[in-house]
């Protein structure tokens, strides 16, 4: 089972781009690195284990500039958001 820090590091570096001041592309980034974590944060049942997900994303959003733009970008246009948009942990994260 990985740690918090070993699933934030190859998710950190495996971000996709955000673009310059691009909502789209920081609120895409934010929901596929959320996915990368869910990926990476399964148990050997291959249930997401929630608390596990929760550390790594907030180590990103203290680490990974381009993580937290997506994270802020997407707090601010939650409510433009359909629910089926974003991933599971992206929801609970917001």
């Known amino acids: ?3 918090p820090t070993e699933i934030a590091i190859p998710v950190s570096s495996n971000m996709p781009g955000i673009g310059f001041f691009s909502s789209a592309k920081r609120i895409h ?3 596929v ?3 990368m974590i869910e990926k990476l944060s399964q148990n050997e049942d291959g249930e997401l284990d929630d608390t596990r997900a929760a550390e790594a994303a907030a180590i990103l959003v ?3 500039k381009r993580y937290q733009k997506g994270f802020l970008m997407t707090l601010l246009n939650f409510d433009r958001l359909s629910a089926g948009s974003m991933n599971m942990l992206a ?3 917001l």
């Open 1 to 3: 089972m990985k740690s």
């Open 29 to 31: 980034a934010f929901n």
């Open 33 to 35: 690195t959320c996915h």
């Open 62 to 64: 203290q680490t990974n």
């Open 91 to 93: 929801y609970k994260l």
